[in-house]
């Protein structure tokens, strides 16, 4: 079956910096990668849409400026939290998607953000 | 919007079944999902159902679709330790698998009684 790769597992940095993570589809291509994040003991809340070779699209109340997403290629999303600061402290997931009718949404293992 | 609700949480005892409910407002919804998160992992998809099927099982999973009372169901037959987890149902409106921009449920803690 599908397999999506996410990077880091688990993350601890300073405030003021930024974190990147990524998110790859180890054995098919992703024309379109999703980015959640997920509060403790609450649901995902969709954060934006990564599309390959244009520009992510933003759910309403998320900063494009302080989550910065770049789908470079069809295997390889990455998400950067820039400017960390103790309340982006979260668990983000990635999910991938073919793009095509044939095979539902696969996600990654998450990655567990600290900001101390 | 849509809205996808669930209750939060559910004991069962080793070996019973468990049945966790889901309902959603979104009438154009297609593709209605369950999905399972065991602690400090990612999702893992358990199984899926389209919206012109009333029930469809899977091993030891059965989903049932009332699509006129928008209301989703698992059983879980035998529940297991294993089991314990958090159970997310979503629900996607998409004609197909691309595009999946789904709408989470707020899990339901699955919690197994020795």
């Known amino acids: 079956g599908a397999v999506v790769s996410q990077h880091p597992s688990r993350v601890i940095c300073k405030s003021g910096t930024s974190v990147k993570i990524e998110c790859r589809s180890l054995d098919f291509q992703a024309t379109t990668m999703f980015w959640y994040r997920q509060f403790p003991k609450q649901s995902l809340m969709l954060m934006a849409t990564s599309n390959e070779g244009s520009k992510a699209t933003y759910e309403q109340g998320v900063e494009k400026d302080k989550f910065l997403i770049n789908h470079a290629s069809l295997t390889l999303s990455t998400l950067t939290v820039t400017s960390a600061h103790p309340e982006d402290s979260s668990f983000y997931i990635c999910s991938a998607s073919t793009g095509v009718g044939n095979s539902p949404l696969h996600f990654g293992n998450g990655t567990r953000l600290t900001v101390t | 919007g849509e809205d996808v609700e669930q209750s939060l949480f559910l004991s069962v005892r080793e070996g019973d079944s468990s049945v966790i409910n889901c309902t959603y407002t979104?009438?154009?919804?297609?593709?209605l999902y369950w999905y399972k998160q065991e602690p400090g992992a990612g999702l893992q998809l358990l199984t899926y159902?389209?919206?012109?099927?009333d029930m469809k099982q899977d091993q030891r999973l059965t989903v049932l679709l009332n699509k006129k009372d928008k209301h989703l169901s698992l059983r879980i037959a035998d529940t297991q330790t294993g089991d314990s987890a958090i159970y997310f149902c979503a629900e996607n409106p998409a004609l197909n698998f691309g595009n999946e921009k789904l709408t989470f449920g707020t899990g339901t803690r699955l919690t197994i009684i020795p």
């Open positions: 159902i389209f919206s012109n099927m």
């Open positions: 979104d009438s154009s919804s297609t593709y």
